[in-house]
């Protein structure tokens, strides 16, 4: 197999304008066969700025063309334009570097096991061994040195890279990537105390990966003691992962290199159509997004453009709060004080849409917040405060996520202690934004 590069044949910039959903702005001529960095592309490659301090290398790149986002940067290149110009680098490179051809087929230095069921366009590199009654659908690629347990069943065009250990009942979905050295489904660490000794608790569950997963290399998913340890699809993880057993990590997870996911745990994306904040101290501030926040990319994405109603109450003094609305092209200022105490501030209105024990709410249009919004910048006035968000129309933007941990005494009381964690996406301190008085 050769290795993937990022060139292929030459298109016009449309084509890639196509690809991505973005705005040429001045003329391309030349054909575009690649794509690199600001400081390695050269001509016949496109380039992408994502970064702002990379800014400086526009006038020395020598790219034929630059995919940046909006506003667009001065530049003599041609640009094109895309919201969220990361993701259009990704969709750019996936068409230059389309994923590898792999053979077709079984080889016979390959062990298969008895009772198998074999889909089509399935590749089998040598030395793969594959246990009984496993289930291969159609196009799964299985590298050299691949061992699969009984029962285990991939789902359609997954892909399992060298050295991989899938143990007996694990149960893999559809465009799963699992990388070198990764071991799913060994026993999860569990033991009973009997005197002085440690008794193993057979680990009688399964683990189960759902859709669109990428799992990294040397990565450890242990079998549930009951029931099931569970990937929900989109989880993205990094090398060097621990992953307990019966852990469950929510759809669209990033887990980074070396995280450690105890078990039992739970790790899920915080959404519905309210959002409320612990108390934030006075004169302290809170970041609340509008668009989804990407945690690779550091990227925030289009907004819904809805009604957002801002409740607070602070359960001492009367609160003031002060909204930053920051969008691409500009700001936007409210402030709400009912006691008078700040010049040319609106009153907040009683809050018939909140729950009992807040005190006002502000509304903020979808009309004023456009497409084009980033995030509000809440700060609370003369008392700590906290803030609900909430919308009648659809979902609000994920804010950050949870992790939960249950625990239960292995004595004969069984007390059980269960911490759930929340951690915000990045806050960007109010200070940041100068104020309005």
């Excluded at 790219?63 to 969220?84: M, R």
């Excluded at 069921?117 to 089998?124: F, K, R, S, Y």
């Excluded at 029962?151 to 699992?178: H, W």
Aim: glycine content about 10%; hydrophobic content about 35%.
């Amino acid at each position: 197999m050769k290795p993937r590069s990022a060139k292929g044949p030459g298109v016009p910039l449309s084509r890639l304008a196509e690809i991505t959903g973005g705005e040429i702005r001045g003329s391309c001529e030349g054909l575009i066969s690649g794509i690199n960095s600001l400081r390695e592309a050269g001509p016949g490659e496109i380039t992408f700025l994502v970064n702002p301090r990379y800014a400086p290398e526009l006038n020395t790149t020598r790219a034929a063309a630059i995919i940046v986002g909006p506003p667009a940067p001065e530049t003599s290149k041609p640009v094109l334009i895309t919201a969220n110009p990361y993701l259009a680098y990704a969709r750019v490179a996936a068409f230059f570097a389309p994923p590898a051809d792999h053979p077709r087929g079984v080889s016979p230095l390959a062990r298969v096991g008895e009772e198998c069921q074999m889909g089509q366009d399935i590749t089998v590199y040598p030395f793969v061994y594959i246990g009984d009654r496993v289930a291969l659908e159609e196009g799964v690629c299985l590298y050299p040195g691949v061992y699969l347990g009984d029962e285990v069943r991939i789902g359609p065009g997954s892909i399992i890279y060298p050295n991989v250990s899938i143990l007996s009942g694990t149960v893999i979905g559809a465009r799963v990537i699992i990388h070198s050295g990764t071991v799913i489904g060994s026993d999860g660490y569990g033991f009973a105390r009997d005197g002085e000794r440690h008794v193993k608790i057979p680990q009688i569950g399964t683990v189960r990966i759902d859709d669109d997963c990428e799992i990294g290399a040397n990565n450890t998913i242990d079998r549930a003691a009951l029931g099931q340890t569970w990937i929900q699809s989109g989880v993205k993880t990094d090398n060097l992962v621990q992953i307990a057993h019966n852990v469950v990590v929510g759809e669209n997870s990033l887990l980074i290199a070396q995280v450690g996911i105890s078990g039992s745990a739970t790790i899920e994306s915080v959404t519905g159509k309210t959002f409320t904040t612990p108390k934030i101290p006075k004169d302290g501030s809170y970041t609340f997004y509008l668009g989804k926040y990407d945690l690779n990319a550091k990227t925030i994405g289009p907004s819904t453009a809805q009604n957002i109603t801002i409740c607070f109450e602070s359960g001492t003094t009367n609160p003031a709060i002060e909204v930053t609305l920051v969008k691409t092209s500009g700001m936007k200022k409210y402030v709400i004080d009912n006691d008078g105490r700040i010049t040319n501030a609106a009153n907040g209105l009683p809050p018939p849409v909140c729950p009992n024990g807040y005190s006002y709410s502000t509304l903020i249009q979808g009309t004023d917040i456009g497409a084009d919004a980033k995030f509000l910048i809440i700060r609370v006035l003369y008392a700590s405060t906290r803030l609900l968000f909430s919308s009648d129309i659809a979902d609000l933007p994920l804010q950050g996520r949870t992790v939960s941990s249950e625990a239960k005494s292995s004595t004969s009381t069984g007390v059980s202690k269960k911490v759930v964690l929340f951690q915000s996406y990045p806050q960007i301190p109010g200070e940041f934004f100068t104020t309005s008085f």
